[in-house]
């Protein structure tokens, strides 16, 4: 099952430097922060599969943490206010929330306790960090919000698909992205409450591959 995680992350380096030769060419806010956004999904998912192969460092346990269970969903929120938001300020104005945001979590894991049970094949955050502790907490404190306004974004594309048939294109896009997420959220949620490192890693690829296809959906001609 070792396999999925590699490919999450080939799926992710792949999508990521797609959208940062978008973004050197053409400018566009929000596939310059998706871009961002995969290559930490990228990091998230080689630092599962090393720490899988070979068993966890800290290292590589708190970049999983921070980049995956932390980071992923808030950037990808950010990439579509900046795809939809009609008013720049405001997502400017999200943009530099993230980024402090951002500074915090990076301290709050970089400093946080690392227990014993680091020396599992497949070990969960709360058992890691302390069920409770602030490194732990970070995870449903920055996705959960983050989740919702991906899901928000989508349904307010879809309405305004309804009056702007050109429009279509970035609402199917962006329902994607908000599936291949939810993917990542139920998959990787529920392989983590059973110990299951395979539906864990299985979610990982699938939702990186729909995000990828939404993208290329919202953006194409």
Do not use: C
């Not at 806010?29 to 998912?45: D, F, K, T």
């Not at 921070?66 to 929120?77: C, D, K, R, S, T």
């Not at 997502?91 to 993230?98: K, N, P, T």
């Not at 702007?164 to 962006?174: D, M, R, W």
């Amino acid at each position: 099952m070792i396999a999925f995680p590699i490919l999450a992350a080939l799926v992710s380096v792949a999508f990521g430097l797609h959208l940062l030769a978008r973004f050197a060419r053409r400018g566009r806010w929000h596939e310059g922060v998706w871009s961002i956004a995969m290559l930490m999904y990228a990091a998230a998912s080689a630092a599962l599969a090393l720490g899988v192969a070979d068993g966890w460092t800290q290292a590589e346990f708190r970049a999983y943490w921070l980049f995956g269970a932390v980071l992923i969903v808030p950037y990808l929120a950010l990439g579509e206010g900046y795809l939809l938001l009609r008013k720049r300020w405001v997502a400017h104005l999200l943009l530099g929330l993230v980024l402090v945001a951002t500074a915090w979590a990076l301290a709050v894991i970089r400093d946080a306790t690392i227990g014993p049970a680091l020396a599992e094949e497949f070990p969960l955050g709360r058992d890691v960090f302390g069920g409770g502790t602030a490194a732990h907490r970070l995870a449903q404190l920055y996705s959960f919000p983050a989740y919702f306004l991906l899901l928000f974004g989508a349904v307010l594309s879809a309405s305004r698909m309804r009056r702007s048939p050109e429009l279509k294109a970035k609402a199917n896009g962006t329902a994607l992205i908000a599936l291949g997420a939810t993917i990542v959220a139920i998959g990787s949620g529920v392989g983590a409450g059973f110990g299951s490192f395979a539906l864990f890693s299985t979610a990982l690829a699938a939702g990186a591959a729909v995000m990828y296809w939404g993208f290329l959906v919202a953006t194409r001609r």
